[in-house]
Nanobody, 123 residues
Framework: QVQLVESGGGLVQAGGSLMLSCAAS????????MGWFRQAPGKEREFVATIRTSGGIIIYADSVKGRFTISRDNAKNSLSLQMSSLKSEDTAVYYC????????????????WGQGTQVTVSS
């Protein structure tokens, strides 16, 4: 059984930093995309960032480019998201996703999802 478990969410002031982690178990995702999505109240789930080790592909949403850094450790089967210069509009539930082979900005391309972790940025 595949499981993705996020951790590291919380409350932070605007301008602050937070690190999210995602631990995967049940299978490895070495050649697949692993990514982060987020969903704010009343809004659709949106793409944040994704990474594929094969080919060294990293993609960010324009809204987080230059502020967020995605990384992964295939040996530990884990994914991280370092978030800096946080803004109130970054407040959302952040989801770890894995298993996409194409269309990595699209949530429907990821078959595996974590339960989400809340990030709240106070202004």
């Amino acid at each position: 059984q595949v499981q993705l478990v996020e951790s590291g969410g919380g409350l932070v002031q605007a301008g602050g930093s937070l690190m999210l982690s995602c631990a995967a178990s049940g299978r490895t995702f070495g050649s697949y995309y692993m990514g982060w999505f987020r969903q704010a109240p009343g809004k659709e789930r949106e793409f944040v960032a994704t990474i594929r080790t094969s080919g060294g592909i990293i993609i960010y949403a324009d809204s987080v480019k230059g502020r967020f850094t995605i990384s992964r450790d295939n040996a530990k089967n884990s994914l991280s998201l370092q978030m800096s210069s946080l803004k109130s509009e970054d407040t959302a539930v952040y989801y770890c996703a894995a298993g996409a082979t194409a269309g990595p900005r699209l949530s429907q391309k990821y078959p595996y999802w974590g339960q989400g972790t809340q990030v709240t940025v106070s202004s």
